[in-house]
């Protein structure tokens, strides 16, 4: 199989293991206590390392065997058993490489041996805008707190203002236009992980905050297209429909005066 140009990335958990490349067959090993074999890329940067439990080429037969790479880090997180957060590697495969079908996983790359290049920002594995979306997450729990107090401030206003923002979210089919532009652009992964860290930045600071579960229920979906909206800004076109779609993904007409003025 002819050789990506593209970087190739393996994604581990945060101590530097690779993770099961079969979620079911690695869950079944657990319960019948069978062990599985993993590699530290952490501790082989430079390195060339040999899979320590190779399985058939190229079939899902044991838990984990095979390296499995990618050239598009925005769907690297597809696989990974934790989810976030991950580190990212760069590698180079050595020897014989395949793929389960290179028309439906063309970022995809197998290989029992790898040359460990160097450890690359885990925000790429988010993507083009991974780091803008980790620093939007970061702000999140901020923002969080100040919607829930506007909504405590005035809740007929604020539910008026969410009402008519999220029957354009679903009349314009926002969401499902950003799930689209994601899978187009190989960052399906990406989107899902930024979701749930959306999410449950939420339910921790609307909790602590004491907010209502109609609050919770709107600033939930608030958090979650504004994840999604900047995690795809380079994907939207300047044509006046994609750029309404910006808008309402980033909350428009949601903010107070007093909230836009700060």
Known sequence: MARSTRPLYIATRPDGTVPPTCRALAEYARQTGE???TVN???RIGETVDHPSPGRKWYT???FGYFHMYTRPGEILERIEEGWPVRLFVVEPLGETGNWSADHHPYWLMSHQ???????????????????????????????RQWAGEWAADPDSARQRYD???ERVTDTRARQ????RAQTSRRKAAVITADVLARTAVVKAVTEAGATPDTVTAIRLRARCLVAGHLLHDRIRSDEYEQSIRGLLLGAGLDTSASAAA
């Open 35 to 37: 062990p599985i074999p």
């Open 164 to 166: 008519v923002w999220s």
């Open 41 to 43: 890329l952490a501790a």
């Open 61 to 63: 037969d044991k838990p």
């Open 114 to 144: 790898v040359r460990v290049v160097d450890e690359a920002p885990a925000w790429r594995a988010l993507g083009h805008r991974g780091q803008q979306v980790l620093n939007l997450i970061d702000q999140l729990p901020g923002l969080l």
């Open 177 to 180: 236009w950003a799930h689209h």
